[in-house]
T-cell receptor
Framework: NAGVTQTPKFQVLKTGQSMTLQCAQDMNHNSMYWYRQDPGMGLRLIYYSASEGTTDKGEVPNGYNVSRLNKREFSLRLESAAPSQTSVYFC????????????FGPGTRLTVL | GENVEQHPSTLSVQEGDSAVIKCTYSDSASNYFPWYKQELGKRPQLIIDIRSNVGEKKDQRIAVTLNKTAKHFSLHITETQPEDSAVYFCAPKAAGNKLTFGGGTRVLVKP
């Protein structure tokens, strides 16, 4: 039981490049989330998916898109990376029927030059 | 949306002393109140949570208290140990399943 997994662990991009961050969970959770964490700060919600087939904007969605590919997988895409998107990105999942605890992946450290 | 503030932002305590972190929130519809711990370079993990129909909950050396009228809840750590050094986040939940994270409190336990 791997929980929540994320790839890649580290990534360096040049301004204007695109990339997709992958997230998968094996806990059969309905809800999945993408957060960003800037140095010394809390987590800010980018997008979330309450269930397969649905996605909604969070607090800081600009510059990002998401895809809930199936119940297990939720990807985050940066179409044209900017230095302001340098951050650590965390994926999380939860299941309302089991309480509201969110389980986090190990994070992706992204640097945009 | 929910406005969440944590105080203090940093807290330094001697090993064995107690630590208290307070979280205030704005949405009176909030009904779930968790605390997460994040060690350096690691992912956040839930350490304790409380529902709106309960005033206090304890788990060994940690406890959470809730004051719904005043819209704040607090994390209490007793007999602090070096492994308690971390960043702690409150994350109240209002409508739906979304949590709103506070800015974090960095706790340093000095031996």
């Amino acid at each position: 039981n791997a929980g929540v997994t994320q790839t890649p662990k580290f990534q360096v991009l040049k301004t204007g490049q695109s990339m997709t961050l992958q997230c998968a969970q094996d806990m059969n959770h309905n809800s999945m989330y993408w957060y960003r964490q800037d140095p010394g700060m809390g987590l800010r919600l980018i997008y979330y998916s309450a269930s397969e087939g649905t996605t909604d904007k969070g607090e800081v969605p600009n510059g990002y898109n998401v895809s809930r590919l199936n119940k297990r997988e939720f990807s985050l895409r940066l179409e044209s990376a900017a230095p302001s998107q340098t951050s650590v990105y965390f994926c999380a999942s939860s299941e309302e029927r089991q309480g509201y605890e969110q389980f986090f992946g190990p994070g992706t450290r992204l640097t945009v030059l | 949306g929910e406005n969440v503030e944590q105080h203090p932002s940093t807290l330094s305590v001697q090993e064995g002393d107690s630590a208290v972190i307070k979280c205030t929130y704005s949405d009176s519809a909030s009904n779930y109140f968790p605390w997460y711990k994040q060690e350096l370079g690691k992912r956040p993990q839930l350490i304790i949570d409380i529902r709106s129909n309960v005033g206090e909950k304890k788990d060994q050396r940690i406890a959470v208290t809730l004051n719904k009228t005043a819209k704040h809840f607090s994390l209490h750590i007793t007999e602090t140990q070096p492994e308690d050094s971390a960043v702690y986040f409150c994350a109240p939940k209002a409508a739906g399943n979304k949590l709103t994270f506070g800015g974090g409190t960095r706790v340093l336990v000095k031996p």
